[in-house]
């Protein structure tokens, strides 16, 4: 499916698996390994695809998980800006390498990982749940973070407990 980012993206259903797919290519596929990072050339996806022609899907922006409330945009900049749409509220932000407003992006069906395809060739898998970013937060900081950088780096999430 020709994307502005002249990339197609599918996650397989069980989000262990990303299908890419050049808008400069007639026919096939590249399956992504999540896990291992292997890369398999396929004539057709092994998984009923969301398009009706059997091409690797990507959406317009801004980007939701219908269950999740969880949307997506990429700035000029490459900063990569996760949302609550049922909200209109920005939740985050993220610096990714290689990417511009022209990038495809696409949630795994669960909507914990979303794929970046810039048209340069550079793919970035982003962790898009928020208890992941605290976890990681915590880790890098190597203690409980204090008020201000809880609020800075998580911002007010209800039921997270605050030490790490």
Same mark, same amino acid.
């Given at each position: 499916?020709? /994307? &502005?980012?002249?990339? @197609?993206?599918e996650? !397989?259903?069980?989000? !262990?698996?990303?299908?890419?797919?050049?808008? !400069?290519?007639?026919?096939?596929?590249?399956l992504?390994?999540?896990?291992?990072?292997?890369?398999?050339e396929?004539?057709?996806?092994?998984?009923?695809?969301?398009s009706?022609? @059997?091409?690797?899907?990507?959406?317009?922006t801004?980007?939701?998980v219908?269950?999740?409330g969880?949307?997506?945009?990429?700035?000029?900049?490459?900063?990569?800006?996760?949302w609550?749409?049922?909200?209109?509220q920005?939740?985050g932000?993220? *610096?990714?390498? @290689?990417?511009?407003?022209?990038?495809?992006?696409?949630?795994a069906?669960? @909507?914990?990982?979303?794929?970046? &395809?810039?048209p340069?060739?550079?793919?970035?898998?982003? *962790?898009?749940?928020?208890? !992941?970013?605290h976890?990681k937060?915590c880790?890098?900081?190597?203690?409980?973070l /204090?008020?201000e950088?809880?609020?800075r780096?998580?911002?007010?999430?209800? *039921?997270?407990q605050?030490?790490?």
């Amino acid at each position: 499916v020709p /994307t &502005a980012g002249g990339v @197609g993206l599918e996650f !397989s259903p069980d989000g !262990s698996t990303l299908a890419v797919r050049a808008f !400069s290519e007639e026919e096939g596929f590249t399956l992504v390994n999540l896990a291992s990072g292997d890369l398999n050339e396929v004539a057709t996806l092994p998984w009923k695809a969301a398009s009706p022609r @059997g091409e690797a899907a990507a959406r317009t922006t801004p980007w939701t998980v219908e269950a999740g409330g969880l949307g997506a945009s990429i700035g000029f900049d490459g900063t990569l800006t996760l949302w609550d749409t049922e909200r209109g509220q920005p939740l985050g932000t993220v *610096d990714v390498p @290689g990417a511009f407003d022209f990038s495809a992006l696409v949630f795994a069906p669960q @909507g914990r990982q979303l794929a970046v &395809a810039s048209p340069g060739g550079a793919l970035s898998i982003i *962790d898009t749940e928020i208890r !992941s970013w605290h976890r990681k937060a915590c880790e890098l900081a190597g203690r409980s973070l /204090t008020d201000e950088e809880w609020n800075r780096h998580i911002g007010r999430v209800g *039921d997270l407990q605050r030490s790490c």
